[in-house]
């Protein structure tokens, strides 16, 4: 392995059970804002907590920021910063305390540890909470000193579980502003797991895809997006005639009502796509090249693995079943 990656694992496979939660999975992050991106039960806290050394692996072996996931965890989770995705603060805990004491776990001396609490809690915007108890806090206020708790020691890397959970939009905004700037400055890294496709693209510009513990894509996103480049058209009558002319002529063709996109194959694809409109006699009210989101990127590469999924609400939802607590039994019994 090399150090050329701020995270990398190679056939990592991890187990519970006879369920395989990480199936051999090979990643290599570089420094700078990826995103771990994949439907609930895809892996992502699974991959977190094995990377962080919180619990074993079955297979396979990880290096994050050069230290072996298998024996160096408490080095690992000495130099990262970690914001878990279950509840890990003391209710009963002002916020300056309780970051502080954040600092003094990994090995701060108590008053350094103090006046970084001080800083950090105005960072992320709780400069005149500071002194408030947690249990009073709202949810963004919670992930806020949660967020101040894992970058106390200012770390090179940051590893944040679906940060944006459970906040209102204003609040959602402010996290990933403050994300995007813990990354722009001074060169450090950021791992963001999240299900939201929206989060990911705003803060981060590369991406590891998980689907059922498998990886289904990883790289930037721009390079990832070019894979597939669609024309958008919008169509008056005959849309059916049109969606099949094309398709008989060998197009791949995604429609929604009157509008269809086409897999653009080489330049010619715009000249058929009109030929093929004036034989089918639809009119064709607009024709652009089509700007891909994740979601569009998501589909493609699941229609390509062979899975049938009309659209990724059907999997990047939060219903109820999924507020489950994930943290590991032995952090839940210390209280953190
Ligand atoms: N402690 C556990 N024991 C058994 N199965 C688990 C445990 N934690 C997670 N799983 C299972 O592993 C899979 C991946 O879960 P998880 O890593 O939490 O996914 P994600 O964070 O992407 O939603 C799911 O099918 C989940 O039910
Ligand atoms: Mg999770």
Same mark, same amino acid.
């Given at each position: 392995?090399?150090d =050329?990656? /701020?995270?990398?694992t190679?056939? %990592?496979?991890?187990?519970?059970?006879?369920?395989?939660?990480?199936?051999?999975?090979?990643?290599?992050?570089?420094?700078?804002a990826?995103?771990?991106?994949?439907p609930?039960g895809?892996? $992502?806290?699974?991959m977190?907590?094995?990377l962080?050394?919180?619990?074993? *692996?079955?297979?396979?072996?990880?290096? !994050?920021l050069?230290?072996?996931?298998?024996?160096?965890?408490?080095?690992?989770?000495?130099k990262? #910063?970690? %914001?878990?995705?279950? +509840?890990?603060?003391?209710?009963?805990?002002?916020a @300056?305390? =309780?970051v502080?004491?954040?600092?003094?776990l990994?090995?701060?001396?108590?008053?350094?540890?103090?006046?970084r609490?001080?800083?950090?809690?105005?960072?992320? #915007?709780?400069?005149?909470?500071?002194y408030r108890?947690?249990?009073?806090?709202?949810?963004?206020? *919670?992930?806020?000193?949660?967020?101040?708790?894992?970058?106390?020691?200012?770390?090179?890397?940051l590893?944040?579980?679906e940060p944006?959970?459970?906040?209102d939009?204003?609040a959602?905004?402010f996290?990933?502003?403050?994300? =995007?700037q813990?990354?722009?400055?001074? #060169?450090?890294?950021?791992?963001?797991?999240?299900?939201?496709?929206?989060? *990911?693209?705003? !803060?981060c510009?590369?991406?590891?895809?998980?689907? $059922?513990?498998?990886? @289904?894509?990883q790289?930037?996103i721009? +390079?990832?997006?070019?894979? +597939?480049?669609?024309?958008? @058209?919008?169509?008056?009558?005959?849309?059916?005639?049109?969606?099949?002319?094309?398709?008989?002529?060998?197009?791949?063709?995604?429609?929604?009502?009157? *509008?269809?996109r /086409? /897999?653009? =194959?080489?330049?010619?694809?715009?000249?058929?796509?009109?030929?093929?409109?004036?034989?089918?006699?639809?009119?064709?009210?607009?024709?652009?090249?089509?700007?891909?989101s994740?979601e569009?990127?998501?589909? !493609?590469?699941?229609?390509r693995?062979?899975?049938?999924v009309?659209?990724?609400?059907?999997?990047?939802?939060?219903?109820?079943s999924?507020s489950? !607590?994930?943290?590991?039994?032995?952090?839940?019994?210390v209280?953190?």
């Amino acid at each position: 392995m090399s150090d =050329q990656f /701020v995270i990398e694992t190679n056939d %990592l496979v991890k187990s519970y059970g006879p369920h395989i939660a990480l199936d051999s999975l090979s990643l290599k992050v570089k420094a700078g804002a990826t995103g771990l991106l994949g439907p609930n039960g895809a892996g $992502k806290s699974t991959m977190i907590k094995t990377l962080l050394g919180l619990i074993g *692996v079955t297979s396979g072996e990880g290096k !994050v920021l050069g230290f072996n996931i298998r024996t160096e965890g408490e080095n690992i989770r000495s130099k990262i #910063g970690y %914001l878990p995705e279950y +509840d890990c603060l003391n209710p009963g805990l002002d916020a @300056i305390h =309780q970051v502080a004491y954040s600092g003094e776990l990994i090995g701060m001396n108590p008053t350094s540890a103090m006046q970084r609490a001080h800083e950090v809690l105005e960072y992320v #915007g709780l400069r005149d909470q500071r002194y408030r108890k947690i249990e009073t806090f709202s949810t963004g206020m *919670v992930q806020a000193t949660k967020l101040a708790c894992s970058i106390i020691h200012d770390p090179e890397l940051l590893i944040t579980d679906e940060p944006s959970n459970g906040l209102d939009s204003r609040a959602r905004e402010f996290m990933l502003k403050t994300l =995007q700037q813990i990354v722009g400055e001074g #060169g450090r890294s950021l791992l963001m797991a999240s299900h939201l496709m929206d989060d *990911v693209e705003k !803060v981060c510009d590369r991406i590891v895809m998980l689907h $059922k513990g498998r990886l @289904i894509a990883q790289g930037r996103i721009e +390079d990832l997006k070019s894979i +597939d480049q669609e024309i958008e @058209i919008h169509v008056w009558g005959h849309a059916s005639e049109l969606e099949r002319e094309l398709q008989n002529s060998g197009y791949e063709v995604r429609r929604t009502g009157r *509008v269809m996109r /086409v /897999v653009r =194959q080489d330049e010619s694809t715009y000249a058929a796509i009109i030929e093929s409109a004036a034989k089918s006699g639809a009119q064709l009210r607009r024709m652009n090249d089509h700007e891909p989101s994740l979601e569009d990127l998501f589909l !493609v590469i699941m229609e390509r693995l062979g899975y049938s999924v009309k659209s990724s609400a059907e999997l990047f939802h939060f219903g109820p079943s999924s507020s489950k !607590v994930d943290a590991p039994s032995e952090l839940k019994e210390v209280g953190r």
